[in-house]
């Protein structure tokens, strides 16, 4: 007897590739959860990475650098924050 | 009424019509007669004056003396013939004459004062002496029952108004001139009729006995026994005509009723059954009413003496039993649906306001039949589809009986809320659960329009629900199945589901169900670009058309990470796949829940081939005896060759060795699965169908999964009562224990009542946590 697969429903789901169990430089929030003021996390509410490669919620990071004290500088490394590209 | 100049004339005739008939009457005859008065007056003044002057010579007042003697005795007479009912021996001319002389010399007076002494003296001797007072002490010394007194006063009445007439005829001059001018006296009729009543109605004895006759008279009228209601008629006409129904007549006769239903009340209302009770009520209302307007009473009267009548029947036969009428048979019409009986009952409680009486008893029967629905485990299985139909019942009988009462059907609803939040969390899933089994699959025997109506009855009992988020975590988990096992009836059913679910809970509640029905399409869109890319060729070089549902994690239920040994060619599908998605969307990493994976296979039976659906677990252990034909394997065997944990391997090896299709034989035969138990394909097997399905265990929820799924609403809860905790503290710095339990219970409102003892432990797991300190015996400060 010979058994073979005709059709496969996998089934899988994603979550932000940085770190396991890493939290928000700004807000102290798992990068997997939200940035305070989102409701829902994934699509809703990505991370950024900058080419010093600190990460943060796109949210939390936008809203410091409109800040005048941030002079466009990443938080954590005090270098220009770039959003890095792959 | 006596006293006034309309109601002078004839107000009585002998074949007791109507007053207003009555009035008409003589209100046609008055001109006329005023005519013929004056004519014939003037005429006669020229004859008769001489003559009187020359028979005698005596003064003008002794001449008149004599002549008002001699006149008054012809006219005595004559009133004696009258009263005895005979014809006067003198011609009525002739007495009109002297009459109208009389009046002319001045001796009107004398006239009127020996008339009425003459009418008193007829009506207390011939009628009181004589007869009534007679009858009336013997029925006052031994009352009977056949008391005729009414009968026979309707007789002197009747005989009396008769006389009357011709009196009034008789002395009309009198009438016409004097009475009228003279405001002192009434008119002639008016004055015999104030001395009927004075002398027979007044009289202590009579009218007592009267009143006493009538009453049994109406009693008898009551139990349909009296031959003749006329009699009845003729008395409370007479008794009205007298003025004195008001004063005398409706008070006796009120209560009197009100006596009668006391009795009838005390005899049937705790033993009569409760709807014929509700007619008996009815009809005697009907009856008593009928009754009243025989009484040929002036419209304000009737419909006086009929509301006043009604209200005595209802205050004794419904106000003062309403709570025995309501205790003893309210459940029961309400169990037997007697639409009837119930619109009655609420019509003559809500017409006395007493409709809160059956607002109480009808919300007790909503919280004890409900409560029995709900708080049997026994019956979780059935609970909704019966709480559907009890609600459906109770809605007829609001629409229908209680004419959509809001007290009523408000009662409903909170007696619903109430009864349901009694059961924790059960009734929610047990709602998911039915609302799951409405939209999945295979459910076809409905049409589109019941699967709405159903939908949108069951959301009613959602609606009570307090405990919201065991419904969410229930319904979640069951959209999550019917989306990826593709399990669900219609893509419009589960859209039009959400919606009512949105009207209902609000956009935050469907956010995430939205989100799984997004990632379904984005995977869909997903999907048909990987068919395109080189990623595929591994998946079609196994000869496998790979799907893959990529989810975000935040929107769906948790599920675990099972190790799960894969073939090779599988796993390289997988990592294709893989390797596509990250190179589209950076960033991310994946996790496979091959707890949700399903396969179509084909198999090769000795005995034809089948298309097999089937989960991923259980394709896996099938696939490993396409390398052993014919040989068996050990439980320990497949257990190593998969990597499953014992749990899932032994429902796997379940549903494909010991359901009703078996795939495989199990030695020894069981409907357990044991280490040690060898398995083997089983070449015997045959069915009718070609496309089998073997993968209901997949949809089927495990006692686990449920247990999982409560433990995750325990957890959510506690999140958020801490969450609500440390809002609290985070204002208020310092606050009293007492205070911040109630601000707690305030702000989770509607989400449910919480437990005191769940804040407790919730403030002191924060205290653990450093979130806040005791400072004092009862006071906490938050550390920042």
Not at chain 1, 14 to 38: K, L, S
Not at chain 2, 31 to 49: D, M, N, V, Y
Not at chain 2, 440 to 461: F, P, T, W, Y
Request: aromatic fraction near 8%; proline fraction near 3%.
């Amino acid at each position: 007897m010979k058994v073979t697969i005709d059709r496969w429903n996998a089934v899988s789901t994603w979550h932000w590739n940085h770190g396991q169990d890493e939290v928000c430089g700004i807000c102290r929030v798992a990068f997997d959860g939200t940035c305070p003021t989102c409701k829902y996390p994934g699509d809703d509410c990505p991370l950024i990475i900058g080419e010093c490669k600190h990460a943060f919620h796109m949210h939390c990071l936008l809203k410091w650098l409109t800040t005048d004290s941030s002079k466009g500088l990443c938080p954590m490394c005090r270098r220009r924050f770039k959003t890095a590209t792959d | 009424m006596l006293s006034n100049f309309p109601s002078r004339g004839l107000p009585l005739s002998l074949d007791s019509a109507t007053l207003t008939k009555s009035s008409r009457l003589a209100a046609a005859q008055r001109p006329k007669r005023q005519k013929q008065l004056l004519g014939s007056g003037g005429a006669r003044r020229l004859t008769l004056t001489p003559s009187s002057n020359s028979s005698s010579v005596a003064s003008p007042d002794a001449l008149s003396d004599s002549y008002f003697n001699s006149t008054w005795k012809s006219l005595n007479l004559a009133l004696n013939n009258v009263f005895s009912d005979q014809s006067p021996d003198a011609s009525f001319e002739a007495l009109y004459r002297g009459v109208e002389n009389l009046c002319r010399v001045d001796k009107a007076r004398s006239l009127w004062e020996n008339l009425k002494m003459r009418m008193a003296h007829h009506i207390s001797v011939d009628f009181v002496k004589n007869s009534l007072l007679p009858a009336a002490t013997a029925l006052a010394s031994t009352p009977s029952t056949d008391n005729d007194m009414a009968d026979r006063i309707v007789d002197v009445w009747g005989k009396w108004t008769a006389q009357l007439k011709i009196v009034q005829h008789m002395f009309f001059y009198l009438d016409r001139s004097y009475l009228l001018s003279s405001s002192a006296d009434l008119s002639i009729v008016d004055t015999g009729l104030q001395m009927f009543c004075k002398l027979i109605i007044e009289n202590e004895v009579i009218g007592s006995q009267l009143m006493a006759s009538l009453m049994l008279y109406f009693e008898r009228n009551r139990s349909h026994t009296l031959a003749d209601s006329h009699a009845i008629s003729s008395a409370v006409e007479m008794i009205s005509t007298l003025d004195v129904y008001r004063t005398i007549f409706h008070p006796q006769f009120v209560e009197a009723t009100r006596l009668h239903y006391r009795k009838l009340a005390d005899a049937n209302a705790d033993s009569m059954p409760i709807p014929e009770y509700l007619n008996l009520t009815l009809d005697s209302l009907a009856f008593e009413s009928e009754q009243a307007t025989q009484f040929l009473l002036n419209h304000s009267t009737r419909s006086n003496t009929i509301a006043s009548v009604k209200a005595v029947v209802k205050a004794e036969m419904i106000q003062s039993r309403a709570k025995t009428l309501v205790s003893r048979g309210f459940d029961a019409l309400l169990d037997a649906e007697d639409i009837t009986s119930l619109s009655n009952m609420y019509t003559l409680f809500s017409q006395l306001s007493q409709d809160k009486l059956l607002v109480a008893a009808f919300a007790e029967y909503i919280k004890r039949e409900g409560l029995g629905l709900v708080i049997d485990p026994a019956n979780d299985a059935s609970m909704v589809s019966s709480l559907l139909g009890f609600k459906r019942k109770l809605d007829v009988i609001i629409d229908s009986a209680f004419s959509g009462d809001d007290n009523l059907s408000n009662a409903m609803r909170e007696s619903f809320a109430l009864f349901i939040n009694k059961r924790h969390n059960v009734p929610a899933e047990m709602i998911a659960k039915y609302i799951d089994e409405l939209l999945r699959a295979g459910n076809k025997q409905m049409d589109d329009a019941e699967l709405e109506a159903r939908m949108a009855s069951v959301l009613v009992l959602f609606r009570f629900i307090q405990g919201k988020d065991v419904f969410e975590a229930f319904y979640k988990r069951d959209l999550a199945k019917r989306l990826l096992l593709n399990r669900s009836a219609s893509d419009d059913a589960e859209r039009s589901m959400l919606t009512l679910l949105k009207d209902e809970c609000g956009n935050s509640f469907t956010q995430k169900l939205e989100g799984m029905f997004k990632d379904t399409e984005i995977s869909k869109d997903f999907m048909a670009s990987f068919k395109n890319s080189k990623y595929s060729a591994a998946a079609r070089e196994a000869g496998i058309d790979l799907y893959v549902n990529a989810l975000s994690q935040a929107f769906w239920p948790s599920y675990p990470d099972t190790a799960l040994a894969l073939p090779r060619e599988m796993s390289s599908a997988l990592e294709n796949f893989e390797a596509f998605y990250l190179s589209k969307q950076s960033g991310r990493k994946i996790s496979w829940r091959h707890v949700l994976g399903h396969c179509v296979v084909r198999a090769s039976f000795p005995r034809g081939k089948k298309e097999l659906s089937m989960s991923l677990f259980q394709t896996v252990v099938l696939l490993l005896f396409n390398d052993v034909t014919n040989e068996s394997l050990t439980y320990e065997q497949i257990k190593k060759a998969t990597n499953l944990d014992d749990a899932d391997l032994t429902r796997t090896l379940q549903s494909l060795a010991c359901g009703k299709l078996r795939v495989l034989t199990k030695e020894p035969r069981g409907k357990d699965v044991n280490p040690g138990d060898r398995f083997t394909i089983n070449l015997k097997f045959e069915d009718k169908a070609y496309r089998l399905r073997i993968n209901q265990v997949q949809l089927r929820e495990t006692p686990e999964e449920n247990k999982q799924v409560h433990e995750m609403v325990k957890r959510d809860r506690e999140y958020e009562i801490q969450g609500v905790i440390v809002r609290i503290m985070k204002t208020h710095k310092t606050v009293k224990h007492v205070e911040l339990v109630r601000q707690t219970i305030e702000m989770t409102k509607e989400r449910g009542t919480l437990d005191l003892a769940d804040i407790k432990k919730n403030i002191e797991k924060l205290i653990n946590k450093d979130y806040m300190e005791r400072q004092g015996a009862d006071t906490y400060v938050y550390l920042s």
